[in-house]
């Protein structure tokens, strides 16, 4: 029996089990992949108040061995389902708590377009940091228009030859100090109002088709393509004990708690205005302290 079962380790949800160690819980987080989630492939954290600058891997590096270092059991295994009355199944197990924070995060957005998936790892990716060092001299595409696009544009423009930066729209929604930091990047070829229509290659990507709101076509040859165009959240498992928005997100009474009793969301899985590093953490720390008063 544990206190409390937290699912996800990304900064939400290592911020829960940071809290709840330090209150003497007995925690245990539950992780389907690697530690860190989305902010693991963010090349620089500037905006997080009192850190200057530090990769997004380094803080997450940090945070999980804070974690562990202060007792937290923390096992790689997929959930499948949470109940009422707080079991919780794995793919390998079953464990019981009594509360349960949820802090799944989102995962990358698909294109949905034909061969994407084949080519993933054959020219496609969707995290920079991990994958930007295969395209020295190369030419390479950055779909999207966030931070994150204009992050990985800056990123590969000092390894790749060329960066196509393309975007559906005029306006980029990520913030105007790192567009201007691309629009100085000489070889940062910016297209836009235009979206990626096909994709085409032998073994290995080789070409993208793209089209502008004209409906005028055009091919660019490429040698890789980092596809930036935000995240979703993947919460049909826990449906039966949270209710989800039309875009997938947990609704939250009060931004914590579910409409089920004992079981608290963080992070970027729930319903929220602003999806940051910053969010995330203090969402942690909120569900954990909320689990712990509650608990008592
Ligand atoms: P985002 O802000 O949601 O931006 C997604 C971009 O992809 C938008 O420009 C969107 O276009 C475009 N897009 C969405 N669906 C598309 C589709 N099907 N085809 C083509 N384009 C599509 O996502 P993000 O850039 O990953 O950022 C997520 C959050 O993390 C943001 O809050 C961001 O500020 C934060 N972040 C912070 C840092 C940092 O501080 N170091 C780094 C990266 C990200 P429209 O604009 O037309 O909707």
């Known amino acids: 029996m544990y206190d409390v079962i937290v699912i996800g380790a990304g900064p939400a949800g290592l911020t829960s089990a940071l809290y709840l160690r330090r209150a003497n819980k007995k925690v245990l987080v539950l992780?389907?992949?690697?530690y860190g989630g989305q902010i693991v492939k963010?090349?620089?954290?500037?905006?997080?108040?009192?850190?200057?600058?530090?990769?997004g891997y380094d803080f997450a590096k940090n945070l999980y061995e804070q974690v562990k270092n202060l007792g937290a059991e923390i096992k790689f295994e997929t959930v499948l389902k949470v109940t009422e009355d707080k079991k919780v199944i794995t793919s390998?197990?079953?464990?019981?708590?009594?509360?349960?924070?949820?802090?799944?995060?989102?995962?990358?957005?698909?294109?949905?377009?034909?061969?994407?998936?084949?080519?993933?790892?054959?020219?496609i990716s969707y995290c920079?940091?991990?994958?930007?060092?295969?395209?020295?001299?190369?030419?390479?595409?950055?779909?999207?228009?966030?931070?994150?696009?204009?992050?990985?544009?800056?990123?590969?423009?000092?390894?790749?030859?060329?960066?196509?930066l393309i975007h559906r729209r005029e306006e980029f929604r990520g913030e105007d100090k790192r567009l201007a930091e691309v629009k100085n990047k000489p070889n940062i070829k910016i297209i836009l109002n235009s979206t990626i229509v096909s994709l085409k290659g032998q073994d290995c990507l080789e070409?993208?088709?793209?089209?502008?709101?004209?409906?005028?076509?055009?091919t660019l040859k490429v040698d890789g393509l980092f596809i930036a165009i935000g995240q979703e959240p993947k919460n049909e498992i826990f449906s039966n004990v949270v209710d989800l928005n039309e875009k997938g997100?947990?609704?939250t009474t009060d931004g914590v708690h579910s409409k089920t009793e004992g079981i608290?969301?963080?992070?970027d899985t729930r319903e929220k205005y602003l999806r940051q590093l910053t969010t995330a953490v203090s969402d942690g720390s909120i569900a954990a302290t909320m689990a712990i008063k509650e608990m008592n």
């Open 31 to 34: 992780e389907a992949k690697t």
């Open 42 to 55: 963010a090349n620089k954290v500037e905006n997080y108040p009192g850190i200057i600058s530090i990769s």
């Open 92 to 123: 390998q197990n079953q464990y019981q708590a009594k509360a349960i924070i949820i802090a799944t995060g989102s995962e990358n957005r698909k294109l949905n377009i034909e061969n994407e998936e084949d080519f993933v790892g054959k020219g």
């Open 128 to 164: 920079s940091n991990c994958d930007g060092h295969f395209y020295q001299d190369k030419i390479v595409a950055v779909n999207g228009g966030g931070n994150t696009a204009l992050d990985d544009a800056l990123y590969l423009a000092d390894i790749a030859k060329t960066v196509y």
């Open 207 to 218: 070409e993208i088709i793209i089209k502008d709101n004209q409906d005028n076509k055009q």
């Open 249 to 251: 997100y947990i609704k």
């Open 264 to 267: 608290y969301i963080a992070g």
